[in-house]
């Protein structure tokens, strides 16, 4: 894949991030747009996209108003988070899912036409982007099984190993995140 086509995906999804501010001045900058490329699977949405961007922004207001609108380590929205959905423009189930609450929310009418100019250049961002990626699998004879079997799992995870030679699977992109420390050794987990 082309280095620059995360590039581009991270600065129009910067740039959508930054319109979403201007409707919402207490709404804090995004800390990490590339975090958002690789994150597939969640509780708050398995589709990157605008909808979902305006769902992390209702976190990103939860935070800056010191909200908590989870639990369940994340997984269950509550009745809070849905006021700011609301505010952003999200309608949501009437009742819950028993374990993700009401993390399900969808972009209204008014908020995609509010929105239009920025979901296009978003859309033909991501669309470019997954073209890319699509490419790159072109050139390889093997992804793994995640690949092989169409893993809603977040990515191809792999084997990461400590001091003592415990190992876990995980996606590279959250291991580059911060070390995962193993709880017997001491040591950080690292890809093997």
Request: aromatic content about 4%; proline content about 5%.
């Given at each position: 894949?082309?280095?620059?086509?995360?590039?581009?995906?991270?600065?129009?999804?910067?740039?959508?991030?930054?319109?979403?501010?201007?409707?919402?001045?207490?709404?804090?900058?995004?800390?990490?747009?590339?975090?958002?490329?690789?994150?597939?699977?969640?509780?708050?949405?398995?589709?990157?996209?605008?909808?979902?961007?305006?769902?992390?922004?209702?976190?990103?207001?939860?935070?800056?108003?010191?909200?908590?609108?989870?639990?369940?380590?994340?997984?269950?929205?509550?009745?809070?988070?849905?006021l700011l959905a609301s505010e952003l423009g999200l309608?949501?189930?009437?009742?819950?899912?028993?374990s993700s609450g009401f993390s399900q929310v969808t972009m209204l009418i008014e908020t995609?036409?509010?929105?239009?100019?920025?979901?296009?250049?978003?859309?033909?961002?991501?669309?470019?982007?997954?073209?890319?990626?699509?490419?790159?699998?072109?050139?390889?004879?093997?992804?793994?099984?995640?690949?092989?079997?169409?893993?809603?799992?977040?990515?191809?995870?792999?084997?990461?190993?400590?001091?003592?030679?415990?190992?876990?699977?995980?996606?590279?992109?959250?291991?580059?995140?911060?070390?995962?420390?193993?709880?017997?050794?001491?040591?950080?987990?690292?890809?093997?």
């Amino acid at each position: 894949m082309s280095t620059t086509q995360p590039l581009v995906l991270a600065a129009e999804l910067a740039a959508a991030w930054s319109d979403i501010q201007a409707h919402h001045q207490d709404l804090p900058d995004l800390a990490s747009p590339e975090a958002l490329i690789g994150e597939s699977s969640s509780a708050c949405g398995t589709r990157l996209g605008f909808e979902r961007l305006l769902h992390e922004a209702a976190h990103g207001l939860a935070a800056a108003r010191d909200i908590r609108d989870t639990s369940r380590a994340g997984r269950y929205h509550n009745r809070r988070f849905l006021l700011l959905a609301s505010e952003l423009g999200l309608a949501h189930p009437i009742e819950p899912h028993a374990s993700s609450g009401f993390s399900q929310v969808t972009m209204l009418i008014e908020t995609q036409e509010r929105y239009a100019p920025t979901i296009e250049r978003l859309e033909r961002a991501l669309g470019a982007h997954q073209l890319a990626v699509a490419g790159e699998g072109a050139h390889r004879s093997f992804r793994g099984p995640a690949a092989r079997h169409g893993s809603s799992g977040g990515g191809v995870r792999v084997k990461a190993v400590c001091g003592c030679g415990r190992n876990v699977r995980v996606v590279p992109s959250v291991l580059a995140q911060a070390s995962i420390v193993c709880g017997a050794c001491q040591q950080p987990f690292r890809i093997s």
